[in-house]
C-alpha cells in the first residue's frame, strides 16, 4: 500500500497539495474535488490535520450545507456524494463515474508530534503502515485504530453475533426480562 499526502493552503484561492509533486489552485469546488479523486491504485490518501485541510475546501460549499455536513455527516452536491467525520475521514465519490477516494487525518495516531510540510505527513503516513505491518495488521483504510483492528483481526474471527441465538432462546430471554430498557440479554447456560 502506497501513502499519498495532500496539504491545503488559502491565498485568495484555494492550493492543494500533494506529496508526489502534483497541485491545484482554484476555487472551484468541482476542479477541486476532481483533483482529489484522480486515480491511484493501492494507494491510502492521508493529511495531517483533517478537519483544517478540508475547511479550507468545504467553505467553497457555502455555510448552510456545511451545517447539513456536519449534522448528518452526509451531503449530496451534485454530481458528489460526501461523507464526513471530523478528525476521522472525509470521502468524496463521483456519481456518474463512480470514482470514489477517502481522505484520513493522521493527527489521531501522533496528537503530540508536530508536521509542517506534506512530504512529512507523507513520511508519517509510512511510518504508520510499516508499525502497523510489524503486528501483522495491512489495513486498506485509516479511520481510527478501531477500523484498523476491526478490519485486520476481528473481521477474520468466527465470533458468533446476534442471528446466532437461537430463536427459542431470545423468545426465553424476553419473557424472562422485567422489560426495563437497561436490561441485557446474554447467551449461556444457567442451573
Same mark, same amino acid.
Given at each position: 500500500?502506497?501513502?499519498?499526502?495532500?496539504?491545503?493552503?488559502?491565498?485568495?484561492?484555494?492550493?492543494?497539495?500533494?506529496?508526489?509533486?502534483?497541485?491545484?489552485?482554484?476555487? &472551484?469546488? &468541482?476542479?477541486?474535488?476532481?483533483?482529489?479523486?484522480?486515480?491511484?491504485?493501492?494507494?491510502?490518501?492521508?493529511?495531517?490535520?483533517?478537519?483544517?485541510?478540508?475547511?479550507?475546501?468545504?467553505?467553497?460549499?457555502?455555510?448552510?450545507?456545511?451545517?447539513?455536513?456536519?449534522?448528518?455527516?452526509?451531503?449530496?452536491?451534485?454530481?458528489?456524494?460526501?461523507?464526513?467525520?471530523?478528525?476521522?475521514?472525509?470521502?468524496?465519490?463521483?456519481?456518474?463515474?463512480?470514482?470514489?477516494?477517502?481522505?484520513?487525518?493522521?493527527?489521531?495516531?501522533?496528537?503530540?508530534?508536530?508536521?509542517?510540510?506534506?512530504?512529512?505527513?507523507?513520511?508519517?503516513?509510512?511510518?504508520?503502515?510499516?508499525?502497523?505491518?510489524?503486528?501483522?495488521?495491512?489495513?486498506?483504510?485509516?479511520?481510527?485504530?478501531?477500523?484498523?483492528?476491526?478490519?485486520?483481526?476481528?473481521?477474520?474471527?468466527?465470533?458468533?453475533?446476534?442471528?446466532?441465538?437461537?430463536?427459542?432462546?431470545?423468545?426465553?430471554?424476553?419473557?424472562?426480562?422485567?422489560?426495563?430498557?437497561?436490561?441485557?440479554?446474554?447467551?449461556?447456560?444457567?442451573?
Amino acid at each position: 500500500m502506497r501513502i499519498v499526502a495532500y496539504q491545503t493552503t488559502i491565498n485568495g484561492k484555494v492550493l492543494i497539495e500533494e506529496s508526489g509533486g502534483e497541485f491545484v489552485v482554484s476555487n &472551484d469546488i &468541482d476542479e477541486l474535488f476532481a483533483f482529489l479523486l484522480e486515480p491511484y491504485e493501492d494507494t491510502i490518501k492521508v493529511c495531517w490535520d483533517l478537519d483544517s485541510t478540508v475547511s479550507i475546501i468545504l467553505r467553497l460549499l457555502g455555510e448552510a450545507k456545511c451545517r447539513i455536513l456536519r449534522s448528518t455527516k452526509r451531503l449530496f452536491y451534485p454530481p458528489f456524494h460526501l461523507f464526513y467525520i471530523p478528525d476521522k475521514i472525509l470521502s468524496i465519490r463521483h456519481t456518474p463515474t463512480r470514482r470514489k477516494m477517502s481522505l484520513y487525518g493522521l493527527r489521531q495516531y501522533y496528537p503530540d508530534l508536530d508536521v509542517n510540510n506534506v512530504e512529512e505527513v507523507q513520511m508519517v503516513g509510512v511510518k504508520l503502515l510499516k508499525e502497523l505491518e510489524k503486528m501483522g495488521m495491512k489495513p486498506t483504510k485509516l479511520t481510527s485504530p478501531v477500523a484498523i483492528y476491526d478490519e485486520c483481526v476481528l473481521s477474520k474471527l468466527d465470533l458468533p453475533g446476534v442471528k446466532d441465538i437461537p430463536v427459542k432462546v431470545l423468545e426465553y430471554a424476553y419473557r424472562a426480562s422485567g422489560r426495563l430498557w437497561i436490561e441485557a440479554h446474554q447467551m449461556g447456560y444457567w442451573e
